[in-house]
Each structure stands twice: as structure tokens, then as C-alpha cells.
């Protein structure tokens, strides 16, 4: 696994005394994708908790239904830590996971912390 601090080109070369490989460059790119989904996935779990209620319409929740979505997908990417409620077994999230992630944490909520 390789993780980055910034953007830009990352060199992987293995030295040993009896081995000698090729550079590989892989460019680190900034997460536009990660942080679109998990905020889209936000809002529309906030949506689906609007209509599901038939309550009146406010931006309120869409707002925080997207920010919610954001930070639980960044705290279990970046951290390891589930604030909605259930752990799921992967070793990394593509971006069907952090659509769901942002998903549910948009219509249940973030679980807080104790």
C-alpha cells in the first residue's frame, strides 16, 4: 500500500546488494472523486430521510446530511474510526463504498462518539 503526504510524482525503486529493479513512477493525484461522492452520497441519504418523512423541505439537512456523509467517510478512510454504527471488512474503499458510506451516513446520522 502506498500513501502519500501531497500531489505529484512519487518514485519506487528497490535497492539490494543482488537485485537491481526499474523506477516506477506513479503520480499522486488530489482525491477530487473521494470527496464528490462521499458528499453526494451525503445529500442523497439526506433526501431519501426528507421524502421519507414527508416532512416540509429545508436545506438544513441536505447540508448537514452531506457534511455528515464526508466526514464518516474520511474518518473510516483516513482514520479506521465508524461513526455509523457498523464496521465493514475492506482494505480500502473504491468508489461505490465511499457512495455508501456518505449514503448512510446522510440518512442515519453520524453515531456519536462516548
Known sequence: ??????TGPISIKVNNRNF??????????????FLL???????VGASAKIL???SKFSCRPLAFGSIAGLIAAVAYWGLGIVLIG???????????????FGLLAGFFGLKMLK
Open 52 to 54: 421519507q418523512r414527508r
Open 37 to 43: 461522492l462521499s458528499l453526494l452520497g451525503g445529500f
Open 20 to 33: 537491481v529493479s526499474n523506477t516506477i513512477v506513479v503520480v499522486a493525484v488530489f482525491p477530487w472523486l
Open 1 to 6: 500500500m502506498l500513501r502519500s503526504e501531497g
Open 86 to 100: 457498523f464496521a465493514v471488512e475492506a482494505r480500502g474503499l473504491n468508489e461505490a463504498m465511499v457512495f455508501g
